[in-house]
């Protein structure tokens, strides 16, 4: 089976990462990209050690080892602050799934610098797939978070809502980095398309959960576990309910809408949503040997609103999801247990 060569940007993250497995084994050759330039701390606290990562010395074992990636994966270097220097990795592939992204909830930078960031690199690496005259279609990765903050109270969302950003500013959360460049390089990423006659589909998924393949502890895993690593840090912000996906269905839905042929336009991708009271509740039904309590962000939600995200677009595609919250929580606990987080 030879699907032809696609690019993945960011492949050292928790999405891209699985997203690359799951290519390789669907018979695609991948080009990925990662960034060397950087000397932060990769957080493997968890792991016990810490590794000052810079230069070449990345680690990228649990890419180059997975099955088929000596023979069909490729490493090409670069960075969202240098939007040229995703040109190589793109030339003669027939895809491109543009998933890397600043994701700063530490606010180490101001929203624009990150928002400016994302949207020219998205617009650069759009702009090589239009002229590349071999990019047949490109996936963004973009997220629940575009639709969930229009300020209007729409009970279930699709995706015909958009976030607004001054509701988002008015929230005073340290997501509001994210939140903003995630939907404002959707909205540009869209009009690029619309204008230059590029095919592009947008996925939006909401907390990605499950296994993962990364050294560090995504950080959505990480929120998804808190009541039962009890982790105040981490919160879940402004809905009573919470919606979720299992990475292994995000990953396929992916590479499904690459292939379907009438894919236009935005996918929600949101497998399953369970409301602040019944959370606890099936965590300790299903998990009797952890403690299991509301974090203290999570007590504060008791009064707020329920946002639901439906999918219904993306299952009228044919796309079946395969994972309920019981499998995102088995796989990301069994996953956690392996690699000594729990
Ligand atoms: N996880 C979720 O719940 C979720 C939900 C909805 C949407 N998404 C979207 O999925 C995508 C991946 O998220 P994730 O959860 O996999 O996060 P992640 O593990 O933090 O991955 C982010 C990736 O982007 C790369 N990156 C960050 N800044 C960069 C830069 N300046 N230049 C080049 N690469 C850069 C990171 O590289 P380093 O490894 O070098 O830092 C990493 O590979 C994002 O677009 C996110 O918005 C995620």
Redesign the pocket.
Known sequence: MDNGVVCV??????????LIMRLLRHGYAVNT????D?T?M?HEAHLGNYCL?GGQK?DVSYLTNLPGAPERLRIFY?????PESFNDSIQGCVGVF??????DFEVKEDVETITD?SIN?TISILQACAVSKTVKRVV??????TVMFSGKDLGVLDETSWTDVDVVRSLRTVRES?YIS?TLTERAALEFAETHGLDLIT???????GPFI?P?F????R??MSMIIADDENPFEFSSNTSF?H?DD?ATAHIFLFEYPNARGRYICSGADITLEDFPKFLRERYPEYKISLTRFQKKLKDSKTVRLSSKKLLETGFKFRYGLEHMYDDAIKCCKQKGLL
């Open positions: 940007t960011g492949g050292t993250g928790f999405v891209a990462s699985w990209t990662v960034r060397t950087h932060s990769f990562l990345k670069a960075d969202l602050d240098n543009h998933v890397a992204h600043t994701i960031r690199a963004y990765t973009s997220s629940a978070a994210y995630k996925l939006l998924p909401p907390f990605i959960h990364t560090h995504p950080g959505s895993v929120t998804s996906v990475m995000v």
